[in-house]
């Protein structure tokens, strides 16, 4: 809880400005930090975060990290959901504390960040990739955040073995064929769990929206958010010339359990 004193294997934000900051978990004696020199944290292993230390003549504070300040400590590979993108899939899937998520593909572990994080130490995250690099990608970037013990990784095809289990509470999909997933995703939703899937294409929403209907879930939509960074000035603000243009488009449905 953020207030709390420091622990040794804490992770902490060392936080020089927004452009300079680093994740470290903190360790009794010196620790070398890739790239940028030695470190040593002993003394604030028992002092309450937000206290500042000189390093390598630069000032930094040292905060309890939230998680957007996760996903930035995290490396990319395959195409990662971006973080407007995955808070909003955490509504359309209902992803809140103590909750069973399943995801398929793991891919670089950026949404499984996002969704490991949201079910708080009592959920779990089932985090499923057919490819064996990504899964170990994944995990990587999990345990560097300190988040793998809420997470399970498995290497499966979900399209063709399902997800092995009938007690989800949310399933979320980044697969390009996410409709090839939706039988599976049937069987392993609880009543009133929520399937919510992201594909960069018309082409895929249209697709799955429809596949959605007919194999009997309620509510299917899809949305897009688009995200305006605003320029603060005197007497000139405006929005920012440039903006992403598209990222992702959002499907959502819920699954009653069977016919009423
Ligand atoms: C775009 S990446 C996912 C990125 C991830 N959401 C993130 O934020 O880092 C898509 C992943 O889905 C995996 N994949 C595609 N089809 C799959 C399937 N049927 N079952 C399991 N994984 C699948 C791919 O191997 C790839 O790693």
Same mark, same amino acid.
């Given at each position: 809880?953020?207030?709390?004193?420091?622990?040794?294997?804490? &992770?902490?934000? &060392?936080?020089?400005?927004?452009?300079?900051?680093?994740?470290?978990? +903190?360790? /009794?004696?010196?620790?070398?930090?890739e790239?940028?020199?030695?470190?040593? &944290?002993?003394?604030?292993?028992?002092?309450?975060?937000?206290?500042?230390i000189?390093?390598?003549?630069?000032? *930094?504070? +040292? +905060?309890?990290?939230?998680?957007?300040? &996760?996903?930035?400590?995290?490396?990319r $590979?395959?195409?990662?959901?971006?973080?407007?993108?995955?808070?909003?899939?955490?509504?359309?899937?209902?992803?809140?504390?103590?909750? $069973?998520?399943?995801?398929?593909?793991?891919?670089?572990?950026?949404l499984?960040?996002?969704?490991?994080?949201?079910?708080?130490s009592t959920? $779990?995250?089932?985090? *499923?990739? /057919?490819?064996?690099? *990504?899964?170990?990608?994944?995990?990587?970037?999990?345990?560097?955040?300190?988040?793998?013990?809420?997470?399970?990784?498995?290497?499966?095809?979900?399209?063709?073995?399902?997800?092995?289990?009938?007690?989800?509470?949310?399933?979320? +999909?980044?697969?390009?064929?996410?409709?090839?997933?939706?039988?599976?995703a049937?069987?392993?939703?609880?009543?009133?769990? /929520?399937?919510?899937?992201?594909?960069?294409?018309?082409?895929?929403?249209?697709?799955?929206?429809h596949?959605?209907?007919?194999?009997?879930f309620?509510?299917?939509?899809?949305?897009?958010l688009?995200?305006?960074?605003?320029?603060?000035g005197?007497?000139?603000? $405006?929005?920012? *010339?440039? %903006?992403?243009?598209?990222?992702?488009?959002?499907?959502?449905?819920?699954? %009653?359990?069977?016919?009423?």
């Amino acid at each position: 809880v953020t207030g709390d004193a420091w622990a040794e294997g804490d &992770l902490a934000l &060392l936080w020089g400005s927004a452009r300079e900051t680093l994740l470290l978990r +903190l360790a /009794r004696g010196p620790q070398s930090v890739e790239g940028r020199g030695v470190l040593d &944290l002993s003394l604030q292993i028992g002092a309450a975060p937000g206290g500042g230390i000189t390093w390598a003549g630069r000032k *930094f504070r +040292l +905060l309890r990290p939230s998680l957007s300040d &996760l996903l930035g400590a995290l490396e990319r $590979r395959a195409q990662v959901v971006s973080p407007k993108d995955a808070a909003q899939l955490l509504l359309l899937a209902g992803v809140g504390p103590g909750n $069973r998520v399943g995801e398929a593909g793991s891919g670089s572990g950026w949404l499984t960040v996002v969704l490991a994080h949201a079910v708080g130490s009592t959920g $779990r995250v089932y985090s *499923f990739d /057919r490819r064996r690099d *990504f899964l170990d990608f994944a995990r990587r970037n999990v345990e560097r955040v300190g988040l793998a013990p809420r997470v399970e990784f498995a290497e499966r095809d979900v399209a063709v073995d399902g997800f092995g289990t009938n007690s989800l509470d949310a399933i979320l +999909l980044d697969v390009p064929e996410p409709w090839a997933v939706l039988p599976g995703a049937r069987e392993a939703l609880v009543p009133g769990g /929520r399937i919510a899937t992201y594909s960069p294409t018309y082409n895929q929403v249209e697709r799955t929206v429809h596949a959605l209907r007919e194999l009997g879930f309620e509510d299917a939509r899809s949305e897009e958010l688009l995200l305006r960074t605003i320029e603060v000035g005197e007497g000139g603000t $405006r929005p920012a *010339f440039e %903006m992403l243009g598209h990222t992702g488009f959002l499907s959502v449905a819920r699954w %009653m359990g069977g016919p009423w």
